[in-house]
């Protein structure tokens, strides 16, 4: 078995044991005789796999009891429309846009009602997230939009917005259960797994109680309304079921690790061995500016396009792969999600600094 450094954005590493164990329950699941994907998910199998997996990840982010934890499938990119035909009562939300996704999300909104770009950071190509202690939050807003994490270009709010008394709704995609979260600060916490958690396609979304109700847009299709989903714990019709089996194991994997405070120190100090680096290099440089980072995507160049391609070739020869940057920002990025282990990044590292060597002129 050969295994790469896998930087991937999405979909990405995953721990080896969750593989591992995935792998051992392939054929005969718990003496059931099938794999997990052949079973009906009204058996009782697979009821006890998608309850635990929602009172694990309750547990994990210590999620109160007045929000519902809802698995659903269109990925992170269905809830852009979602959210907007299920919270806009006024027709009116407001959009803080950090970075395309959150764009994508604003865009969307646009189709169903007023969205208001209330702020955004693509004057300086989405490298620092806006100060968000005073916007000017409509009066009338159901919601207020952002994307915690911004995967592409790397940027991470680390103070939440200051929505004057309305409801927070976070895409959290790219830093889902990197790090403790106050729930009760959102109205809405969503974001597709294949980031932090687990195979593409399922997307999780925590909401309050109050958000969930009847009142949607005219014209909601029966599949878009939070309610339906609610009301049938996430089982009206057949749920993303062998994709929420394996997220309840990367559940299980990071309890086992000791949760989210844990999690948060290993990131914490991951994250800080490639920016100490970047932060000496006089041939690479990171993106973006330093209180805005991410402890989860790192993106760097070296300000020649060239030597970055060069770069990229070399780093996947050596076995450290998927370490190009997204087509719209260039250069090189590094995801380094709950799964990269230490030494992974360490390696990177190192293998930085010999190529910085080999190659500064
Ligand atoms: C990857 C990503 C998305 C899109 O996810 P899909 O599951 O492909 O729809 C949305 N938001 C963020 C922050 C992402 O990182």
Known sequence: MSRVYNFSAGPAVLPEEVLQEAADEMFDYKGTGMSVMEMSHRSKAYEAIINEAEADLRELMNIPDNYKVLFLQGGASQQFAMIPMNLMKNKVADYIVTGQWAKKAYQEACLYGKANKIASSEDKTFSYIPDCSDLPISEDADYVYICENNTIYGTKFKTLPNTKGKTLVADVS????????????????YGGVQKNIGPAGVVIVIIREDLITED???????????????????????????????????????????????????NE?????????????????GTVRKEDRSLMNVPFVTGDEELDAKFVKEATAAGFVNLKGHRTVGGMRASIYNAMPIEGVEKLVEFMKEFEKQNLK
């Open 174 to 189: 790219s830093c889902f259960l990197s790090e403790p979260v106050d729930v009760t600060k959102y109205g809405v916490i």
């Open 216 to 266: 949607v847009l005219p014209g909601t299709p029966t599949m878009l309304k939070y309610k339906i989903h609610a009301d049938n714990g996430s089982m009206y019709n057949t749920p993303p079921a062998y994709g929420i089996y394996i997220c309840g194991k990367v559940f299980k994997w990071i309890k086992k690790m000791g949760g989210l405070e844990v999690m948060k120190e290993r």
């Open 269 to 285: 100090k991951k994250a800080k061995v490639l920016y100490d680096y970047l932060d000496t290099s006089k041939l690479f440089k």
